[in-house]
């Protein structure tokens, strides 16, 4: 059992910077793969970004690319997701996630067994 626990959401204008963290806790030694999701009110959860237990491999979804960086520090056990550019759609819960699962599927919700309470992200236009 994982125990994940973010930090760092609020209200931030277009265009600024939030930086979000996950604090894991438990059998972290077991998760290879650590993901950020998010969901809009309304709307369903969807992947973000993720990173691999070594820090080898990262994912993004198009809507992020080139804004967000995802990264982790393993000493800490701590995953982290720095948002920049951000844009009013950006706005949502943002849940932190792990799984022992490992390859293509790193952006499916299903994949995941251990999530955080989540944080909210407002962006104001």
């Known amino acids: 059992q994982v125990h994940l626990i973010e930090s760092g959401g609020g209200l931030v204008q277009a265009g600024g910077s939030l930086s979000l963290s996950c604090a894991a806790s438990g059998r972290t030694f077991s998760m290879n793969t650590w993901g950020w999701f998010r969901q809009a009110p309304g709307k369903e959860r969807e992947f973000v970004a993720s990173?691999?237990?070594?820090?080898?491999?990262?994912n993004y979804a198009d809507s992020v690319k080139g804004r967000f960086t995802i990264s982790r520090d393993n000493a800490k056990n701590t995953v982290y997701l720095q948002m920049s550019s951000l844009k009013p759609e950006d706005t949502a819960v943002y849940y932190c996630?792990?799984?022992?699962?490992?390859?293509?599927?790193?952006?499916?919700?299903?994949?995941?067994?251990?999530w955080g309470q989540g944080t909210q992200v407002t962006v104001s236009s």
């Open positions: 996630a792990a799984t022992d699962y490992i390859g293509n599927y790193y952006w499916r919700v299903d994949i995941y067994n251990s």
């Open positions: 990173i691999t237990r070594s820090g080898g491999s990262t």
